[in-house]
């Protein structure tokens, strides 16, 4: 978060506006954005869902969204506060702490881009996360360059920084590949109905095979408080790029033609056929990852441990290589707590405390300088108690 954010408390109570259409208890909750109204939980034969209806309330029509992303667990009551007017923070009641906050993002640049793709009404859930967090890293070069080698050693040395996107494929796996290690090998059909379903950041057919990174891969890392890693080819690097996720993209270089040549038939993976056509397709992608101005930076791979150093150098720059999540200052909201909001802090009161005695508690949640989103998580959240 960048410098002079800090919220003052003083004359806090006073400088809000009090008794927004912030209902915490009725477990359903209306938000309107121009014509559209975003109706988020309900009670379903009992029992109090999260689930999201929207109602066009020039037509009077319902619509169900298709929901991108892991949909908070239900919960006793939540408030809904609109920042933005693009996106729903989403407060539960009577929940975790690490479970309390929520984003639902309805017209973000992420969610615009996945209408357009999915040709459909789209909304996504971004959990509230601790810290500021650091970007996910992409990781593109041809087959044979290096890229796994650098990766395995990254992950080797910070097992705690790092976490790697486990991507699915439809190509077999290699001899000493894991599923769900390495890859999660699945079957074409499954994998374009999963497409189909919006469950995917990315997809891209490379060597005659289809790669894609699931969201839910990526979530699992940056839940686990990780800076996520992903080893993905030029197209998907330029999708990701195109869903303005931010990242921090790396190209990766061979030292000449031939020894990526070299390299590749020494790593004794690949028949010949698919050798002569990841070579081919190596020109192609040296082009495009060379010129396009789409990658932040490239590394050339000759000696080893100076490509590693130069890595480890552009992420300790972007954010401490060594940086573990702070633990959160997070908070536990009872049933009846009530929310206001003014410009981007909103000021909780949380009336009963989590055993239902009264209580004076108050927060303030700076959401100033977010960063991330979905399926990034939503980051840079400041959270005061008074
Ligand atoms: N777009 C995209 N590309 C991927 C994904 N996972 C792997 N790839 C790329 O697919 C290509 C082939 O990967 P792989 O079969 O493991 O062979 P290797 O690169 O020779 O190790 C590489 O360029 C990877 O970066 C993914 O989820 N999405
Ligand atoms: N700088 C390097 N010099 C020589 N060999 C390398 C270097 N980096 C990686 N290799 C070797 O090249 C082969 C391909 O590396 P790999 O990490 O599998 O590439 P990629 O994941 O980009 O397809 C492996 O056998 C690896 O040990």
Redesign the pocket.
């Known amino acids: 978060m960048g410098e002079g954010h800090e919220f003052s408390p003083e004359g806090l109570e006073a400088n809000f506006p009090v008794g927004l259409d912030l209902d915490s208890d009725g477990g359903q909750t209306a938000t309107t954005i121009g014509e559209k109204e975003y109706v988020i939980g309900g009670s379903d034969d009992g029992a109090v869902s999260i689930g999201v209806r929207i109602l066009d309330k020039s037509t009077g029509k319902w619509e169900i969204p298709m929901v991108l992303g892991m949909e908070p667990a239900p919960c006793r009551g939540h408030s809904a506060v609109l920042l933005n007017n693009d996106k729903i923070l989403v407060l539960k009641s009577d929940s975790a702490p690490d479970d309390c906050i929520w984003f639902l993002e309805v017209d973000t640049p992420f969610v615009k881009t996945k209408k357009k793709i999915l040709e459909s009404e789209v909304v996504a859930w971004s959990k509230g996360v601790k810290g500021d967090g650091s970007k996910p890293v992409v990781i593109s070069?041809?087959?044979?360059?290096?890229?796994?080698?650098?990766i395995?050693r990254l992950m080797d040395e910070y097992p705690s920084s790092f976490g790697f996107s486990v991507s699915h494929t439809t190509r077999a796996p290699r001899q000493k590949e894991k599923d769900g290690v390495h890859y999660h090998f699945t079957e074409r059909s499954i994998m374009e109905k999963d497409i189909k379903d919006g469950k995917f950041l990315e997809f891209a057919n490379v060597h005659g095979n289809l790669y894609g990174t699931s969201i839910e891969a990526v979530e699992v890392v940056t839940d686990s408080g990780k800076r996520c890693i992903l080893?993905i080819d030029v197209q998907g690097a330029r999708s990701v790029k195109a869903s303005s996720l931010e990242v921090i993209s790396i190209f990766?270089c061979p030292p000449s033609f031939e020894?990526l040549e070299k390299?590749?038939r020494?790593?004794g993976t690949e028949t010949e056929e698919q050798i002569q056509k990841r070579l081919r397709n190596a020109l192609a992608e040296l082009e495009q990852g060379k010129s396009s101005g789409l990658f932040d930076h490239i590394l050339v791979?000759?000696?080893?441990e100076t490509?590693y150093a130069n890595l480890k150098k552009i992420l300790d720059r972007d954010g401490s290589i060594n940086a573990v999540c702070p633990p959160s200052e997070s908070i536990k909201l009872p049933v009846g707590h009530s929310v206001s909001v003014m410009d981007q802090k909103v000021l909780i009161r949380c009336g009963k405390d989590e055993h239902g005695k009264a209580s004076n508690s108050l927060f303030v949640l700076d959401t100033s300088s977010l960063k991330g989103g979905a399926p990034w998580r939503t980051r840079g959240l400041k959270c005061v108690r008074h």
């Open positions: 070069g041809p087959s044979g360059v290096g890229k796994g080698t650098l395995n080893d990766i020894e390299r590749l020494g790593r791979n000759d000696n080893f490509c």
